[in-house]
């Protein structure tokens, strides 16, 4: 096993001198001027290269993790600090998270999707739970004055800086092109769906909760959440990203 | 406690978007679980929900972590693994019956040598990771030189001084800016003081566009340096600059420039 995990290393080495880093962490190419075979040749290496490594992990192979946290704890690092705001909070929830990919490596099974999205679901439900704890002892005060229809709260796009009008996403430079792609994908959604998600996603509120800060039926919520999760996965621009099932 | 009546699959979906955002409770969690373990197609649902969120996760702007967490990930790995508990559990496990026989005063006396050997081996141990932290603070840094050599020898480095923006005001830096690799390094001097918690954010300008570059946390003495994210066209915007923003990096600038310059060569 051991020479099989320096194989995948080895493999693995040659790969981040081809592929930038965005690029890897979720498998895919945006946008740029590459053939659509190159891009397709390009994922399937990253993918087979990726299960090799979460191989060498299973057979507790330090450099092996050590590979996979150069490639993907800039994206959990970036998320848990999102939710989190302060970094020694969030680097725990980002060693926590490789952590368990070390002592449970079968915790992640490639059949049901890549590395990458586990690794953020994984880090997203601890950086919930210290928020949901924070929230309980210090009764977190809400930034935004609720409303019936989002209006007044943070919407997404907003705080993210980039909407879709902002111009052509191809025209970003390589390393925003991701966010980018993405920020276009959910500037399509409705924003009633997308200050649900937002609210869900990077304040950690639960649906009820979200249902009593927005003044509608828990119902509404359920629907908006569902549909907006479902449109993003039917977006045209992010269709590349999805596992095969 | 009764067990909640078996869902629908029409219902699984509306919860299964909650549990992909962690929005739902516990029990919430483990019905659909249930659910999913019996119904293949809803598992696969699931499971889409979640990439889906993820992709969420993927559209906030990207911060390098801390150089020196990836020691401590990597050191707390070895530390899992490591013999060194379980050697303590056994030795434990190991402690004989209270009996004065010389066997076990023999036995005694190989315990505490044990023992002693245990606490010398931790000890050592102790050594072993202040050495391998610096080696990897080391080996953090050489991947630095080694990205910024990259960055100074590329063909298309642009190089820039920046300026303080109000006068009488000690700052200067510059900024290394490789568009070909897409990283650069911002180096600065004297910048005024910051509230803890508070960062400079690097910022890309052109027309009513602001593209961030990274952060950068500088010393009591105001001096710092980072990599920074450069956008391949970079010589297409109009100045790069610096503003004091929340530590987690802002989505737009928040407080007026504290330094910058202009980027496009017309405008030197």
Same mark, same amino acid.
């Given at each position: 096993m051991v020479a099989v995990c320096l194989r995948a290393l080895s493999f693995s080495h040659a790969l981040a001198g081809r592929y930038t880093r965005s690029t890897v962490e979720l498998g895919l190419t945006f946008g740029g001027g590459g053939s659509a075979a190159a891009a397709r040749r390009g994922l399937q290496a990253a993918v087979a290269d990726e299960a090799a490594l979460v191989a060498c992990v299973a057979e507790g192979d330090a450099h092996?993790?050590?590979?996979?946290?150069?490639?993907?704890?800039?994206g959990v690092?970036?998320?848990?600090?999102?939710?989190?705001?302060?970094?020694?909070?969030?680097?725990?929830?980002v060693q926590e998270t490789f952590l368990k990919l070390w002592r449970q490596p079968t915790a992640y099974q490639s059949a049901r999707g890549r590395l990458f999205p586990w690794l953020l679901s994984v880090a997203h439900h601890h950086a919930v739970d210290l928020l949901r704890r924070r929230q309980l002892?210090?009764?977190?005060?809400?930034?935004?004055?609720?409303?019936?229809?989002?209006?007044?709260?943070?919407?997404?796009?907003?705080?993210?800086?980039?909407?879709?009008?902002?111009?052509?996403?191809?025209?970003? +430079?390589? +390393?925003?092109?991701?966010?980018?792609?993405?920020?276009? +994908?959910?500037?399509?959604?409705?924003?009633?769906?997308?200050?649900?998600?937002e609210l869900a996603y990077f304040r950690g509120l639960t649906q009820l909760e979200i249902a009593n800060l927005l003044g509608l039926p828990l119902g509404t919520v359920k629907t908006r959440m569902r549909l907006g999760l479902q449109q993003l996965r039917k977006a045209p621009e992010l269709a590349r990203l999805w596992s095969e099932r | 406690m009764s067990e909640p009546a078996t869902m629908t699959c029409e219902e699984f979906l509306d919860?299964?978007?909650?549990?992909?955002? #962690?929005?739902?409770? !516990?029990?919430?969690?483990?019905r659909v679980e249930r659910h999913a373990a019996e119904c293949p197609e809803c598992a696969r649902q699931l499971d889409s929900f979640r990439e889906v969120a993820a992709v969420i996760g993927s559209a906030v702007p990207q911060l390098e972590p801390p150089a020196a967490l990836r020691?401590?990930?990597l050191e707390a790995a070895r530390h899992t693994r490591g013999g060194l508990p379980r050697s303590l559990a056994a030795a434990r496990n190991r402690r004989p019956r209270f009996r004065f026989s010389a066997p076990w005063l023999v036995a005694a006396a190989s315990f505490l040598v044990s023992l002693v050997a245990v606490g010398w081996l931790a000890m050592l141990?102790?050594?072993?990771?202040?050495?391998?932290?610096?080696?990897?603070?080391?080996?953090?840094?050489?991947? =630095?030189?080694?990205?910024?050599?990259?960055?100074?020898a590329s063909d298309k480095l642009a190089v820039r001084p920046l300026?303080?923006?109000?006068?009488?005001?000690? !700052?200067?830096?510059?900024?290394?800016? #490789?568009?070909?690799?897409?990283?650069?390094?911002?180096?600065?001097? #004297?910048?005024?003081?910051?509230?803890?918690?508070?960062?400079?954010?690097?910022?890309?300008? =052109?027309?009513?566009?602001?593209? !961030?570059?990274?952060?950068?946390?500088? #010393?009591? !003495?105001?001096?710092?340096?980072?990599?920074?994210?450069?956008?391949?066209d970079v010589m297409s915007y109009e100045s790069v600059g610096l503003t004091d923003e929340p530590g987690t990096g802002s989505s737009w600038p928040t407080t007026p420039r504290v330094m910058g310059t202009p980027l496009k060569e017309t405008a030197q």
């Amino acid at each position: 096993m051991v020479a099989v995990c320096l194989r995948a290393l080895s493999f693995s080495h040659a790969l981040a001198g081809r592929y930038t880093r965005s690029t890897v962490e979720l498998g895919l190419t945006f946008g740029g001027g590459g053939s659509a075979a190159a891009a397709r040749r390009g994922l399937q290496a990253a993918v087979a290269d990726e299960a090799a490594l979460v191989a060498c992990v299973a057979e507790g192979d330090a450099h092996a993790l050590e590979q996979l946290y150069e490639r993907h704890s800039r994206g959990v690092y970036s998320v848990t600090m999102r939710l989190l705001g302060d970094s020694p909070a969030a680097e725990e929830v980002v060693q926590e998270t490789f952590l368990k990919l070390w002592r449970q490596p079968t915790a992640y099974q490639s059949a049901r999707g890549r590395l990458f999205p586990w690794l953020l679901s994984v880090a997203h439900h601890h950086a919930v739970d210290l928020l949901r704890r924070r929230q309980l002892e210090q009764r977190h005060r809400m930034p935004a004055v609720p409303s019936s229809n989002g209006d007044g709260l943070v919407d997404l796009l907003d705080n993210l800086g980039l909407s879709s009008s902002d111009g052509d996403p191809q025209s970003r +430079a390589g +390393a925003f092109e991701q966010q980018a792609t993405v920020v276009q +994908a959910l500037g399509n959604l409705s924003k009633e769906q997308r200050v649900t998600l937002e609210l869900a996603y990077f304040r950690g509120l639960t649906q009820l909760e979200i249902a009593n800060l927005l003044g509608l039926p828990l119902g509404t919520v359920k629907t908006r959440m569902r549909l907006g999760l479902q449109q993003l996965r039917k977006a045209p621009e992010l269709a590349r990203l999805w596992s095969e099932r | 406690m009764s067990e909640p009546a078996t869902m629908t699959c029409e219902e699984f979906l509306d919860l299964a978007a909650a549990v992909a955002l #962690d929005a739902s409770d !516990s029990e919430e969690v483990r019905r659909v679980e249930r659910h999913a373990a019996e119904c293949p197609e809803c598992a696969r649902q699931l499971d889409s929900f979640r990439e889906v969120a993820a992709v969420i996760g993927s559209a906030v702007p990207q911060l390098e972590p801390p150089a020196a967490l990836r020691g401590r990930v990597l050191e707390a790995a070895r530390h899992t693994r490591g013999g060194l508990p379980r050697s303590l559990a056994a030795a434990r496990n190991r402690r004989p019956r209270f009996r004065f026989s010389a066997p076990w005063l023999v036995a005694a006396a190989s315990f505490l040598v044990s023992l002693v050997a245990v606490g010398w081996l931790a000890m050592l141990q102790g050594d072993i990771l202040a050495l391998q932290n610096e080696a990897q603070a080391a080996r953090d840094r050489a991947a =630095r030189f080694e990205r910024l050599s990259q960055v100074l020898a590329s063909d298309k480095l642009a190089v820039r001084p920046l300026r303080p923006i109000a006068q009488n005001v000690p !700052s200067h830096g510059m900024v290394y800016m #490789d568009p070909l690799s897409g990283t650069g390094m911002l180096m600065c001097h #004297d910048l005024p003081p910051i509230e803890q918690g508070r960062a400079y954010q690097v910022w890309f300008v =052109r027309g009513n566009e602001r593209v !961030s570059g990274g952060l950068l946390w500088p #010393d009591r !003495s105001g001096n710092g340096s980072t990599m920074i994210q450069v956008p391949t066209d970079v010589m297409s915007y109009e100045s790069v600059g610096l503003t004091d923003e929340p530590g987690t990096g802002s989505s737009w600038p928040t407080t007026p420039r504290v330094m910058g310059t202009p980027l496009k060569e017309t405008a030197q």
